[in-house]
């Protein structure tokens, strides 16, 4: 029987795990949209097409949102890649297996690096002294800049946030804020549902370049386009991302990793 049907209205639902988890989270206890169970699972599995995932960089498109079962185990790698292989055609179909491959490779590192992965596996490619703890305005969504504090928001509320605005993120706490990236990977650890290590460890150090050739980082224009201008056209802020791929590269790293676009 699934946990909702024992209580007679979602209230009582969370107030009960809310006692039960207490210790274990530290910001509201905030009832999730994304349903939990295998029946759940088959249902989203069941719904996904891959239809138009050519565009998955904009965070405005239809990406599976299956990470949170492919991560607990509700749903397996395999039966998801099988489900699109015969329901998706084309670049979409192998743009979606592509994605996949990287959660299957992430895995296959932790298997060889084992908790290695939550340290450096490299030096990080330019000079830098990253700070330990992630800045208190980070964590409380008052950066000042839009952009970056709805990402903080709807990651503490919604236990999800799109790949470019992971990638955004992390990019603006390693380069912008230069923090460790390992304290990016426990905020992420503590908020998201599909929240795991190796996914979050090795895509955090391939932004921060301990496990990539050359950082990872992002202009205006960037945000701009694949957030669908959610945030520039009406920010007032200073924006530290308005610059050129050149000068954002020599003004973050000191040099030149040939970043175009
Ligand atoms: C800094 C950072 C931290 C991340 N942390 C996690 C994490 O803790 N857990 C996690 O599952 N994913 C993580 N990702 C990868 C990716 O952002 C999510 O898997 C994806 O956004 C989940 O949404 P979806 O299910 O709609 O993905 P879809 O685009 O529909 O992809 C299908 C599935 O493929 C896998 N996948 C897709 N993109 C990636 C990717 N770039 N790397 C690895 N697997 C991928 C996921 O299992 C996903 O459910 C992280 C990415 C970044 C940049």
Redesign the pocket.
Known sequence: MELQTQFSSREDMTTYLALQLEGLYSTEAIPNEIRGGRRAALEQLEK?KAVG?GK?NFVASH?????????HGVLS?AE?AAHVRKNANGREKIE?LK??A??E??LLVLEQEGIGVLENLEAPKYATKWQNDLPEDILEARTGLPCVDTWVEKLIETG????HE??W??AYVTHWRMTDWKA??DF??EH?L???????A???Q??ASTFSSKPYFMNQQNIQKFSSDAYCSSCRAVCPFRKSYPDLERSLFGQDYGWSS
């Open positions: 996904f995932y998955r990406t599976s949102r299956l990470s949170a079962y492919l991560r790698m998801v979606f994605q996949l990287w959660r490779f992430f999800y946030m799109h790949n992971r990638l993120f992390a990016g990977y992420f650890r998201l599909d929240g795991d290590i190796a996914s979050n090795l895509s955090w391939w932004v």
